[in-house]
């Protein structure tokens, strides 16, 4: 599925999520020029998220990086051109 502008298509990743209890979400190709507290949270359904995202340029490319704030704390991050990297910590023992 590319794309996330269709609010259908983030109903579909939004079921995967919460059927496979993902702790950290790395989705490809979004397609969004901006990622925003709304499109986030429709997607993960948790009030306490953080996100890290790479702007799609026009209609290609996009990436959104969503970890679970109770398994994992996001240490650092850098976001490139054509990159983005993130360290995370595991919060579980």
Do not use: A, T
């Not at 502008?5 to 999520?17: A, D, E, I, Y």
């Not at 790395?26 to 948790?46: A, H, T």
């Not at 026009?58 to 990297?85: A, H, K, N, T």
């Amino acid at each position: 599925m590319r794309g996330l502008n269709c609010s259908l298509k983030r109903g579909s990743v939004r079921w995967v999520l919460h059927r496979y209890s993902c702790d950290i979400v790395i989705l490809l190709e979004s397609k969004l020029e901006e990622v925003d507290r709304e499109v986030v949270l429709n997607l993960w359904g948790r009030c306490q998220v953080k996100w890290i995202s790479l702007p799609s340029f026009g209609r290609s490319g996009g990436v959104v990086i969503i970890p679970d704030s109770q398994v994992f704390e996001l240490v650092d991050s850098r976001v490139g051109v054509y990159f983005v990297c993130c360290i995370f910590r595991s919060l579980q023992v």
